[in-house]
């Protein structure tokens, strides 16, 4: 309080720092002190053209403070009219944090972010004027340049109040003002007390302004003139901010109405008032406002305020445009409208008469982001629906929402009328095939789909042009329709009709003006058209160039890719040449000679870049159905050479012979590409082959189940595509020689379908023989069940991981996918089944066959026991399969057409009796036939609903009670009902007919009840929500997965929603047992494509008997997560045991017998995950093979911990984001493996946040740097886990999980009210938290992965996200304790061609900027949502991007780091043509740039760009200081696998080594990095010090992969001596404990003894021979008590678990084996590789050799070399990977691959364990005094503190 007394009851600002003598203030440009005539005083003129330039700040250092604590700021000034002025006010508060305020009549509106708040302030005029006329009327707009008659003003600035509502921040002092032209002003002060200009001492007196009461007149130097008699209101104005009384929103400073009669002061505003003033906020602090209100409770808020009146609602205008919307509905305001009738919907572009035709086309077909239909897709959670007002005008006709309420979202299938096409697009990044009458594109990198919709029958060709622009198809049938298709819009371009069928061949030129095709006549003669396409494009239509009928048989014909006229052709007995001149089409053919009666299969020209060979030097390739490959000379028309693929010739049982081309019968080649180095040839046989071009051997070979149809080289050569006849669709990768299948698909009519909800599986029985179980989300074949009868129907348990199926031959087989074998197999039906069903409980289970018999079983037992079998219940025949059968909800009724067609039976589903018969054919007593039902189902939600499909296309709707007929409907579809579908809260109804699907109200209750979609080719058989209820499944002739766009749990009005629950906790899927599938290299030269299992099945009992065969390829599955709790938070262990916890420990006598046991250690099988994006700015985890024992003792309280964690070295340059700096907090981490480390940048200490256990790939931090949240892998396959800290005390203060995949980015919002998580791109979505108890708000999954996200500086509410679909913009709506998010796709501009968006950031919130993965920078307008300027900012991918004020910082993979400045582009408008920065004129230049180490990844600036941290791919974390052009290393670390670490003998020094060849010293004391030595192209193994005691004697030697060693001196940074003892790599290196000499042991088992002086090798020891040495050490110890001459002993022990000890005196060149230890072990070992062989001497006593490694238990022994035996064991819970003994208190360090640190006291087996690592440790070392250790894991270093146990 003394401090603060000088300051009452005013502080004069400009008197205080003495403003005229320019010392503690600085001034700039056009400032100086003149008399003022108004004032009669002297005042200070601020002026300029602009007003940034000209100023008066105080004080003059930015670093000192004012330090001023009045709660009000005073400001007398005069704005200078027709002009602009600026006032910046740096603000400190208690939260340790700077905030600016800011007002000037420049800003149009208000901004906030967390540091800075604007207000816009309207300029006063002379009352009665015309400005002050206009000013009373409006409400916004008045905001710009100072009026002619403005006056001399007094500003009063509540400071704590202004903080308190906007920002929720705690005023502490004024640290400086900066006063900007143009400005007259006169004083500044300020004080506690609520003074009030105009008002004399004794009129003060009299209205009771005292300043005990924190009020007062205004003091006498800072009052103004004013004559007597006058009102001051009259001449002068005041404005107090916030205002009282002011009817403008309290975002905006102007003068208010005065009252000097009535006013009244208090120094503590009312409750009221704040309220009013609240009421009167614009929308943009609305948010900011409620928050603090409502969770902070200002302290001037009383405890009653006055209820505040909801705002009348406002009515929203609907778009112009569609979008797809899916967004969440507030509950609560669904109650208060209750009818749906005055629901407005959303406005759709596209009607239809009858519920709408809908041919669907993916959302990327769309293509464009600026058309009038655009592809934008928005999400968003509940938002609150406009209240409609009632209207006297006609009401609109209402229809189902919303419209379309299904979207075609994937397809499983591959094929239909042929499989013998699939094309490669031109940047082999996609590939295109054919799915019956659906045209696919299909990315390789993601699976994603978008589809070509069109065709009325199954496609029979495709084709692309030379660069993949122009798409040609054409369609089976009579009268073959020909399609010109745009491929990147994915419009129709053209279609016609030839009068042609079995249209089975289509060519485009390379150029794409010609296209030709060939089928067949009316006579069935071979008949071959060419159109000329050139016009196509442009709209031009499609001309026949010429036609020519033939009698040859035309197999395949191509285009010259050199030349548009000409074309070749090949069928049986022919291979033709043909040419267009004088529009005819003639052709010649090829003299085959003695092969003219070959059946030729393909033809292929010798592809490259060769457009400048002549004609006669082209080559042609044809292959044959014989297996021979013909080599053409084009230009002379003649065999130039032939080949022919031979079966392989079998000499041995196991053994082949190399595959040759000669005489003898040949394998049938199906198809064959060429390009300039390779031939690729698909073979009858289901080989892949790659050939060289002289075919002198096989090159690659990748087998397939069913012949090879088709073969296609990508244009690049490094990827071969391949087709089967079985329906399988993938691609061999010849570089990496890997095959991934990225199709699968039954290859006859799927006849039925079950979805697992809880794992989103799909099983599909099908008419060609098989049933397979696929995954939902990436489309891959989990499972290929076969049998000797055909799969009918199939049925999920609704709990369990079993499933039943029907065979056509009567038998029910249940399978278990856990455990792998045949649960239960009936044989009661004597039909073909047509049902099967569980009960929705799993109670029971239910089966009917087409003879009419009815089957029950109990479900809950493994078995499936028949519990009652009924016959001649159902109707008999199979026109209702697979789905006869319906169960109700609630378990207790079963329904079923029977005992005759025409009734329908309810029956007692526990027990199979009668309930009711409903007869449907006397329901309509006028129809002349009578009605058959087909279908029944039951109402999910309203059981007391049956649903039932008639032959007469109607739908009933049956009173389960009663039977009487509740509602019908009729023309449902143009053909009969085959599939009936009710969603789970009943009000949607899904129906299929013949090829379409239709979605009804359920209600019937509108003009338009339904919406039809087409797409399957062939009749659909089954069609059914999801589980979900967020798709729709449809089969028939492929599999279509639909999107839902109405929420099925809240109703559909005007948009559809989709509400996001709290996840709950899963029961944990058992792993499922079986033999994984090989990749299969065949002869060890290439990939086998992997090939989903197949279950021969046969009864039990064959079972047993090794007759059933079940095993499952986990490549294609993603692992089912079990999610955790959410409540759960760090803490200590859950073990029963305490802290303090023992090992065994066995003291052993001299007899003592080894008891050997064998561990079958459980082998864990691993699923793929989906492929990610490309692009590196995607987190991915590195790859591990490790897990965390689950059964960790970690010590409970930091005084019993043992170790001590003292420093992390590295920074993980793997993560993305996961580095956070605040330059204003002086908050400073970084996440190395799953530690978060917090660094003090002044002293260098460290503290460590540890709570993850995986790899952390984020972080993120609130603006007061209070908080920080990271984000890490959950492990076991569990959700990613995302910790909350608490900085100030390092405490993990909460836990949440969400997300099934790793977590990609995490961001708060300015405000830091809200939380962003972003899932990676194996389950891409977003996530909204609160973060006062972090509460999942909402979640939106996306349509694809997401790259990057953040909130806008400016708006709390947007915020916006990149991925591979485009840029996202979401919008965050609130209502009550509602949180919606709303998400709008838009697509990246075609400008930059099909690119990853990959990072973004805003400049304040009307400008974004993204990047792409190919170095284009796009600046979009945010309120308009479109793209106006793209320039190149970097060759490669840029994958971090900041914004501040007007700098650009982009970093990239090509390591650069590049500022620029952007001032330029902040002027433009968006335009209707999107333009580059040189074309529209705007300079954007680099301003400075840098190259660093590696890829930044993670990046953070001061609030000006002059300084700040980036993170690298290489390990390294860099300040970047661009005012100075300098940047230093702050953390170094290894990017590649540490090898090993050793201490200096004087511990001030350790060293690290590296695969990325780099030798590494560092400081002990403060963990710097002194020098590195870095060898190219060689991995560095191993490294140690020298143990000379002079530091600048000291050494360091290390071995290489190529067998070298290499001695390098500290002091002078210099290598000293290169050896070369091994031929193979070095393993393991040591010094002599004099130092004489050097032990290095290679790969192979042999150790040299190198001397020091001159790298002679004085002695090479062989007995380890054939095995890799682990551990080699040598130790001081005079060796006759042992017998032996010496002065020190040394070991070496292998990996064969022998130890050799010797004794040794390097002097005498003297060595002798002391004794050789040899520990017995198992014959095998099941796990990736053997546990490490270690050995070490004991530091007290080296008569003590421990010893641990693979044997018959898990141990540590103690050998003594006295006693010749094993003297003590101590039992481990792991096989070892490192060991280290201590020289004091008799301590072990063991690692172990389960990620565990374990300290041992060897004494006792006390024990404690540390779980710091995220992978598998590699080595431990104490340092020589035993007071530190280190621990590795892969590149994880860290540093322990020894305190013992």
């Known amino acids: 309080m003394a401090s603060k007394a000088w300051q009452h009851p005013y502080v004069d600002i400009f008197k205080h720092v003495k403003v005229e003598?320019?010392?503690?203030?600085?001034?700039?440009?056009?400032?100086?002190?003149?008399?003022?005539?108004?004032?009669?005083?002297?005042?200070?003129?601020?002026?300029?053209?602009?007003?940034?330039?000209?100023?008066?700040?105080?004080?003059?250092?930015?670093?000192?403070?004012?330090?001023?604590?009045?709660?009000?700021?005073?400001?007398?000034f005069r704005p200078t009219p027709g002009k602009y002025f600026m006032v910046h006010l740096d603000v400190a508060v208690q939260e340790r944090q700077v905030v600016r305020i800011s007002f000037s009549n420049m800003l149009k509106e208000f901004k906030s972010t967390p540091t800075w708040l604007q207000f816009p302030f309207l300029c006063g005029a002379a009352d009665d004027s015309v400005y002050d006329c206009t000013s009373k009327s409006a409400k916004h707009g008045l905001v710009g340049p100072a009026p002619c008659s403005v006056r001399w003003t007094c500003l009063m600035l509540d400071l704590q109040f202004v903080l308190s509502v906007y920002l929720n921040r705690h005023y502490s002092r004024l640290k400086s003002i900066k006063l900007c032209a143009n400005m007259v002003v006169k004083n500044m002060f300020t004080s506690d007390l609520l003074l009030e200009p105009g008002v004399s001492l004794s009129e003060a007196k009299q209205m009771g302004l005292v300043s005990s009461q924190g009020t007062g007149p205004m003091p006498r130097e800072m009052s103004f003139p004013l004559p007597k008699g006058s009102s001051w209101h009259d001449f002068y104005d005041h404005i107090k901010f916030p205002s009282e009384g002011t009817k403008l929103p309290c975002d905006f400073m102007q003068k208010e109405n005065p009252h000097p009669g009535t006013i009244g002061f208090s120094k503590q505003r009312s409750s009221s008032d704040e309220a009013s003033r609240c009421d009167n906020l614009s929308k943009s602090i609305q948010d900011r406002v409620s928050l603090t209100q409502q969770i902070t409770t200002p302290k001037l808020v009383s405890r009653n305020p006055t209820p505040m009146v909801p705002s009348i609602p406002e009515l929203d205008v609907a778009p112009t445009h569609r979008n797809n919307w899916i967004c969440n509905n507030d509950p609560q305001l669904q109650e208060s409208t209750h009818s749906d009738s005055q629901q407005l919907p959303f406005r759709n572009s596209c009607s239809t008469d009858d519920g709408g035709v809908h041919v669907y086309v993916h959302p990327e077909d769309e293509f464009g982001s600026h058309r009038e239909e655009s592809d934008g897709e928005v999400f968003c959670s509940p938002v609150p629906r406009p209240i409609s007002l009632t209207s006297t005008k006609e009401p609109k006709q209402q229809k189902l929402l919303p419209d379309p309420i299904l979207r075609l979202s994937r397809i499983i299938g591959f094929g239909g009328a042929t499989a013998r096409y699939a094309l490669w697009t031109k940047s082999g990044d996609a590939v295109v095939y054919p799915c019956h009458a659906i045209i696919v594109s299909m990315k390789i990198s993601s699976n994603q789909q978008r589809f070509f919709i069109g065709h009325t029958d199954k496609v029979s060709a495709l084709a692309f042009n030379g660069n993949t622009t122009l798409l040609a198809s054409a369609q089976t049938g009579n009268n073959s329709v020909v399609r010109v298709w745009n491929y990147s819009k994915g419009n129709c371009l053209a279609m016609f009709q030839i009068h042609a069928h079995s249209l089975s061949c289509l060519s485009f030129s390379y150029g794409g003006g010609i296209l030709c095709g060939v089928g067949k006549d009316g006579h069935n003669k071979t008949m071959v058209v060419v159109w000329n396409t050139v016009n196509v494009s442009r709209g031009g239509e499609v001309t026949i160039l010429a036609k020519a009928h033939t009698e040859v048989e035309i197999n395949t014909m191509k285009v010259a890719f050199f030349d548009d006229t000409r074309m070749v052709s090949c069928g049986r007995d022919n291979i033709r040449l043909w040419r267009v001149r004088n529009g005819m089409l003639r052709s010649c053919p090829v003299n085959l000679g003695e092969y003219h009666s070959l059946d030729f299969s393909d033809v292929a020209f010798e592809e490259g870049n060769y457009w400048d060979k002549h004609i006669?030097?082209?080559?042609?390739?044809?292959?044959?159905?014989?297996?021979?490959?013909?080599?053409?000379?084009?230009?002379?028309?003649?065999?130039?050479?032939?080949?022919?693929?031979?079966?392989?010739?079998?000499?041995?049982?196991?053994?082949?012979?190399?595959?040759?081309?000669?005489?003898?019968?040949?394998?049938?080649?199906?198809?064959?590409?060429?390009?300039?180095?390779?031939?690729?040839?698909?073979?009858?046989?289901?080989?892949?082959?790659?050939?060289?071009?002289?075919?002198?051997?096989?090159?690659?070979?990748?087998?397939?189940?069913?012949?090879?149809?088709?073969?296609?080289?990508?244009?690049?050569?490094?990827?071969?595509?391949?087709?089967?006849?079985?329906?399988?669709?993938?691609?061999?990768?010849?570089?990496?020689?890997?095959?991934?299948?990225?199709?699968?698909?039954?290859?006859?009519?799927?006849?039925g379908f079950s979805v697992d909800g809880i794992r989103r599986h799909l099983t599909t029985a099908s008419s060609d023989g098989t049933l397979r179980v696929w995954n939902m989300d990436s489309l891959h074949q989990l499972y290929d069940f076969v049998s000797e009868d055909s799969p009918c129907s199939v049925a999920f348990h609704p709990h369990e991981q079993t499933f039943s199926c029907g065979f056509s031959s009567g038998i029910i087989r249940v399978f278990d996918i856990p455990s792998a074998k045949l649960l239960a197999e009936h044989r009661q039906h004597r039909g073909e089944v047509v049902g099967v069903a569980f009960s929705p409980d799993g109670e029971f289970m239910y089966s009917a066959d087409s003879q009419g018999s009815l089957a029950l079983y109990n479900g809950s037992e493994e078995d499936h026991n028949v519990i009652r079998v009924t016959c001649n219940v159902v109707a008999r025949g199979t026109e209702r399969a697979p789905d006869a059968l319906t169960v109700s909800s609630d378990s207790r009724s079963l329904a079923f057409v029977g005992p005759s067609q025409y009734v329908v039976t309810i029956a007692d589903a526990r027990s199979l009796d009668e309930l009711l018969h409903v007869d449907v054919s006397i329901l309509d007593v006028e129809s002349p036939h009578l009605d058959l039902a087909l279908k029944v189902c039951f109402s999910p939600a309203t059981t007391e609903h049956l649903l039932i499909a008639t032959s007469a296309n109607k739908i009933l709707w049956v009173c389960t009670k009663t039977g009487c007929l509740l509602r019908e409907v009729s023309k449902v579809h143009k053909h009969q009902c085959s599939s009936l579908a009710v969603s789970e809260d009943s009000r949607f109804l899904l129906t299929a007919g013949h090829n379409a699907v239709k979605v009804w109200d359920y209600n019937m209750q509108r003009h338009i009840n339904s919406q039809m979609f087409i797409g399957h080719s062939q009749p659909i058989h089954q069609v059914t929500f999801t589980p979900d209820q967020l798709g729709v499944v449809s089969v028939g002739d492929a599999i279509f997965l639909w999107d839902f766009l109405a929420n099925p749990a809240e109703s559909s009005t005007g948009s559809c929603s989709l509400k996001r629950s709290h996840l709950s906790p899963l029961k944990a899927d058992c792993p499922v047992n079986g033999v994984q599938m090989s990749s299969g290299i065949p002869r060890q030269t290439a990939p086998l494509p992997s090939s989903p299992p197949r279950l021969h099945v046969s009864p039990p009992e064959q079972a047993h008997r090794g007759g059933l065969g079940f095993s499952s390829v986990f490549e294609d599955s993603p692992a089912n997560p079990t999610v955790p709790n959410q409540d759960i938070s760090p803490g200590p262990s859950s073990d029963p045991r305490t802290a303090i916890s023992f090992l065994r420990v066995t003291d052993l006598e001299i007899n003592t017998s080894y008891l050997n046991t064998n561990h079958a250690d459980s082998v864990e099988l691993n699923q793929s995950t989906p492929v990610r994006p490309d692009c590196y700015r995607h987190f991915i985890p590195r790859f591990k093979t490790s897990y965390l024992d689950q059964n960790v003792v970690d010590p409970q309280t930091h005084e019993e911990e043992g170790l001590k964690l003292k420093a992390v070295i590295g920074y993980n340059g793997n993560g993305r984001g996961n580095m956070v700096w605040n330059a204003d907090q002086g908050l400073f981490a970084y996440s190395c493996g799953c530690v978060v480390v917090v660094e003090d940048l002044h002293t260098g200490g460290q503290r460590h946040l540890q709570g993850h256990i995986e790899e952390i790939s984020c972080l993120a931090a609130t603006s007061d740097a209070k908080t920080m949240v990271s984000a890490a892998g959950g492990g076991n396959g569990s959700r990613s886990l995302i910790c909350i800290w608490n900085i100030l005390n390092g405490t993990c203060c909460r836990t949440i999980f969400h997300h099934k995949g790793a977590v990609q980015s995490l961001a708060f919002s300015r405000d830091d009210r809200f939380l962003l998580s972003v899932g990676d791109f194996s389950d891409p979505g977003l996530a909204l938290w609160g973060s006062k108890n972090f509460q999942l708000l909402s979640s939106v999954s996306m349509s694809g992965p997401i790259h990057d996200a953040t909130f806008s500086p400016s708006a709390a509410s947007q915020m916006a996200c990149v991925g591979s679909h485009g840029v996202y913009f979401c919008f965050i709506q609130t209502q009550g304790m509602?949180?919606?998010?709303?998400?709008?796709?838009?697509?990246?501009?075609?400008?930059?061609?099909?690119?990853?968006?990959?990072?973004?950031?805003?400049?304040?919130?009307?400008?974004?900027?993204?990047?792409?993965?190919?170095?284009?920078?796009?600046?979009?307008?945010?309120?308009?949502?479109?793209?106006?300027?793209?320039?190149?900012?970097?060759?490669?991918?840029?994958?971090?991007?900041?914004?501040?004020?007007?700098?650009?910082?982009?970093?990239?993979?090509?390591?650069?780091?590049?500022?620029?400045?952007?001032?330029?582009?902040?002027?433009?408008?968006?335009?209707?043509?999107?333009?580059?920065?040189?074309?529209?004129?705007?300079?954007?230049?680099?301003?400075?740039?840098?190259?660093?180490?590696?890829?930044?990844?993670?990046?953070?600036?001061?609030?000006?760009?002059?300084?700040?941290?980036?993170?690298?791919?290489?390990?390294?974390?860099?300040?970047?200081?661009?005012?100075?052009?300098?940047?230093?290393?702050?953390?170094?670390?290894?990017?590649?696998?540490?090898?090993?670490?050793?201490?200096?003998?004087?511990?001030?020094?350790?060293?690290?080594?590296?695969?990325?060849?780099?030798?590494?010293?560092?400081?002990?004391?403060?963990?710097?990095?002194?020098?590195?030595?870095?060898?190219?192209?060689?991995?560095?193994?191993?490294?140690?010090?020298?143990?000379?005691?002079?530091?600048?004697?000291?050494?360091?030697?290390?071995?290489?992969?190529?067998?070298?060693?290499?001695?390098?001196?500290?002091?002078?940074?210099?290598?000293?001596?290169?050896?070369?003892?091994?031929?193979?790599?070095?393993?393991?290196?040591?010094?002599?404990?004099?130092?004489?000499?050097?032990?290095?042991?290679?790969?192979?088992?042999?150790?040299?003894?190198?001397?020091?002086?001159?790298?002679?090798?004085?002695?090479?020891?062989?007995?380890?021979?054939?095995?890799?040495?682990?551990?080699?050490?040598?130790?001081?110890?005079?060796?006759?008590?042992?017998?032996?001459?010496?002065?020190?002993?040394?070991?070496?022990?292998?990996?064969?678990?022998?130890?050799?000890?010797?004794?040794?005196?390097?002097?005498?060149?003297?060595?002798?084996?002391?004794?050789?230890?040899?520990?017995?072990?198992?014959?095998?070992?099941?796990?990736?590789?053997?546990?490490?062989?270690?050995?070490?001497?004991?530091?007290?006593?080296?008569?003590?050799?421990?010893?641990?490694?693979?044997?018959?238990?898990?141990?540590?022994s103690f050998y003594s070399l006295v006693k010749k035996q094993i003297i003590k064991k101590i039992a481990l819970p792991h096989w070892a990977t490192c060991l280290s003994l201590s020289s004091r208190s008799q301590l072990v360090a063991v690692g172990s691959k389960e990620r565990v640190l374990k300290l041992i006291k060897s004494t006792s087996g006390r024990f404690q364990d540390f779980s710091q690592h995220s992978d598998s440790l590699l080595t431990c070392h104490f340092s020589p005094s035993g007071t530190l250790l280190f621990s590795v894991a892969y590149n994880e270093i860290l540093l322990w503190e020894v305190q013992g146990l």
Request: proline share 4%.
């Open 21 to 76: 003598e320019w010392k503690r203030s600085a001034k700039q440009g056009d400032v100086f002190m003149h008399m003022d005539k108004t004032l009669k005083c002297p005042v200070f003129r601020i002026k300029g053209p602009v007003p940034a330039n000209s100023y008066i700040l105080i004080p003059r250092n930015p670093s000192h403070s004012l330090g001023l604590t009045g709660r009000f700021f005073y400001l007398l």
């Open 1378 to 1756: 509602d949180v919606d998010l709303k998400v709008q796709r838009v697509t990246a501009p075609t400008e930059v061609g099909d690119v990853e968006l990959t990072a973004l950031c805003y400049h304040m919130d009307s400008l974004l900027f993204t990047s792409t993965n190919r170095g284009h920078v796009c600046a979009w307008h945010t309120s308009t949502q479109r793209c106006f300027m793209i320039w190149g900012a970097d060759d490669g991918e840029i994958g971090v991007l900041l914004c501040r004020g007007n700098r650009l910082l982009t970093g990239s993979n090509t390591r650069w780091l590049r500022l620029w400045g952007v001032e330029a582009v902040l002027g433009l408008r968006p335009k209707e043509k999107l333009c580059s920065a040189k074309d529209s004129g705007t300079t954007v230049v680099v301003e400075q740039e840098i190259m660093l180490d590696g890829t930044a990844v993670s990046a953070a600036f001061d609030s000006t760009m002059d300084m700040g941290i980036v993170g690298t791919t290489a390990g390294t974390l860099w300040y970047i200081n661009w005012s100075d052009n300098s940047n230093i290393r702050l953390v170094s670390g290894h990017k590649t696998k540490v090898n090993n670490v050793a201490f200096s003998f004087d511990e001030s020094h350790f060293t690290t080594c590296s695969e990325d060849g780099s030798v590494r010293v560092w400081l002990t004391s403060s963990y710097e990095l002194v020098v590195q030595f870095q060898v190219l192209n060689q991995a560095c193994c191993c490294v140690c010090w020298s143990p000379s005691p002079s530091k600048d004697s000291t050494c360091i030697a290390a071995g290489y992969g190529d067998g070298t060693l290499r001695i390098f001196r500290v002091a002078t940074t210099e290598m000293e001596i290169k050896m070369h003892p091994h031929h193979v790599a070095v393993v393991s290196i040591q010094y002599s404990a004099n130092g004489h000499v050097i032990l290095s042991a290679g790969k192979n088992g042999v150790i040299a003894v190198s001397s020091t002086f001159n790298g002679e090798t004085l002695r090479v020891v062989r007995d380890h021979k054939g095995a890799p040495i682990t551990t080699i050490q040598c130790v001081n110890e005079q060796c006759q008590r042992f017998g032996l001459e010496g002065d020190e002993m040394w070991l070496a022990a292998s990996a064969d678990r022998r130890v050799s000890v010797w004794a040794a005196d390097w002097s005498k060149e003297q060595c002798d084996l002391l004794d050789w230890l040899s520990f017995p072990a198992p014959p095998y070992f099941e796990g990736d590789s053997l546990p490490p062989s270690l050995a070490s001497f004991c530091p007290a006593d080296h008569d003590l050799v421990a010893y641990t490694g693979y044997g018959a238990e898990k141990e540590l």
């Open 616 to 751: 006669d030097e082209r080559t042609l390739f044809a292959s044959s159905r014989s297996g021979h490959i013909f080599e053409i000379d084009y230009g002379r028309v003649v065999v130039k050479n032939v080949r022919r693929l031979l079966p392989t010739q079998l000499q041995h049982a196991d053994r082949r012979e190399k595959l040759t081309l000669n005489s003898g019968p040949g394998i049938a080649i199906n198809s064959i590409s060429v390009s300039s180095s390779l031939c690729a040839t698909g073979s009858e046989d289901g080989f892949l082959r790659v050939w060289p071009l002289d075919f002198s051997a096989v090159f690659l070979e990748a087998e397939h189940e069913g012949a090879v149809s088709m073969v296609s080289l990508s244009s690049d050569s490094h990827q071969v595509l391949a087709a089967t006849s079985t329906g399988n669709l993938g691609f061999l990768d010849v570089s990496s020689r890997e095959y991934n299948t990225l199709m699968r698909s039954h290859t006859d009519t799927v006849l």
